[in-house]
Structures are given as C-alpha cells and as structure tokens.
C-alpha cells in the first residue's frame, strides 16, 4: 500500500481546512471541514498521482492508495478566573 500524507491547518478568518503540505504533487485543496478537507483530497488524488507518474518513484505509482490527514490547529479562549 502506498501511503501518501496530507498536513492540513486551519485558518479561523475563512473558517476553513486547507493544505499546508502534501506529497501528493499537486494537491492542493481546502473545505469547511476535514472530512470535506479529505473527501475533496481523495477525488482528486487517482488523476494526480497519474499525471504526476513521471515524478514518482515506481514503487508509488501503482495502489492501492492510501491517504494519511494530520491536522493542526490551534486556538487561543478566553477562560473566566
């Protein structure tokens, strides 16, 4: 199985999930949440990888695939005393 990561982070202005980085070439995306983060991230990463063969070491051309989410976030709340 071939594992691919995505790091994601959050920006609280957009409230929105987007990719840091990823060893996906070319995978870029974002959603409103990290499963549409991912769901979006799963769609389109067949057709990238395959554009991309060229670039990827053999042995992670072929699947099956597998998608690896590490999300940061982090926030700052205020706490009664």
């Given at each position: ?45 067949p057709e990238l990888i395959a554009d991309n063969a ?28």
């Open positions: 199985m071939t594992l691919w990561t995505l790091h994601a982070a959050y920006d609280p202005d957009a409230r929105v999930w987007y990719t840091l980085d990823c060893d996906v070439p070319g995978l870029v995306t974002e959603g409103d949440t990290l499963e549409h983060l991912r769901d979006r991230a799963v769609a389109v990463m060229e670039h990827l070491a053999p042995e992670r051309r072929n699947g099956p695939h597998a998608l690896r989410l590490v999300a940061f976030h982090e926030s700052t709340v205020p706490v009664a005393a």
